[in-house]
């Protein structure tokens, strides 16, 4: 993995990218639940990643803090969730 830090992106306004591929559970998560508490409610967060556990827990945390996920893509094992605050 080497030095690949995750960092969060903005694109537009109100939306953001943050991209974990290579990384595996709970990092994720942890990078996820990071980035949304830096953005206000109503922004959008695409989180970009490869590890298909990742997304039930993704999944339940969302649930669980309120945020709605708008849209799940799997492009032939990599996963784009955006995710509403």
């Not at 827990?57 to 669980?64: D, F, H, M, R, V």
């Given at each position: ?45 695409e ?39």
């Amino acid at each position: 993995m080497g030095e690949h830090v995750s960092k969060m992106i903005q694109k537009r306004d109100g939306f953001y990218v943050l991209d974990v591929k290579g990384y595996v559970c709970p990092h994720p998560q942890l990078y996820m639940i990071k980035s949304l508490k830096e953005l206000q409610p109503g922004n959008i967060l695409e989180i970009v990643h490869d590890n298909p556990s990742s997304n039930d827990t993704i999944a339940l945390i969302c649930k669980k803090k309120g945020y709605t996920i708008l849209e799940t893509i799997d492009n032939s094992g990599v996963f784009k969730l955006k995710i509403q605050k």
